[in-house]
């Protein structure tokens, strides 16, 4: 059972950076998958990045060269540094954790956490 917990959202402007962490407990963590998801009013949640065991890291093309996704096993956390955030990047923003590997859909991930909101204005 790995238990998540998000941090570090905000309202920003347009340009700026914001890093967001996720905090978990459990066992195993330094082995699990993580990811981060989004989901913006009215629409389906979607797969942003996720980083192996390994530190093997994802990225969907809407965030590539964007978006860094990095994780501290001691610290039991995983990171999402936002650099050049745009408005389209507004949404509530999702840790998920997974035994296996690497995966982009909600349906690959067992474990997720509340959200944190990210609101980007123009």
């Known amino acids: 059972q790995v238990q998540l917990v998000e941090s570090g959202g905000g309202l920003v402007q347009a340009g700026d950076s914001l890093t967001l962490s996720c905090a978990a407990s459990?066992?195993?963590?330094?082995?699990?998958?993580m990811g981060w998801f989004r989901q913006a009013p009215g629409k389906e949640r979607e797969f942003i990045s996720s980083i192996s065991w390994r530190e093997h890291a994802d990225y969907a093309d809407s965030v590539e060269g964007r978006f860094i996704i990095s994780r501290d096993n001691v610290k039991n956390t995983i990171y999402l540094q936002m650099n050049s955030l745009k408005p389209e990047d507004t949404a509530v923003y999702y840790c998920?954790?997974?035994?296996?590997?690497?995966?982009?859909?909600?349906?690959?991930?067992?474990?997720w956490g509340q959200g944190t909101q990210v609101s980007v204005s123009s």
């Open positions: 459990g066992r195993h963590f330094s082995r699990h998958v």
């Open positions: 998920a954790a997974v035994w296996t590997s690497l995966g982009r859909l909600v349906a690959d991930y067992d474990y």
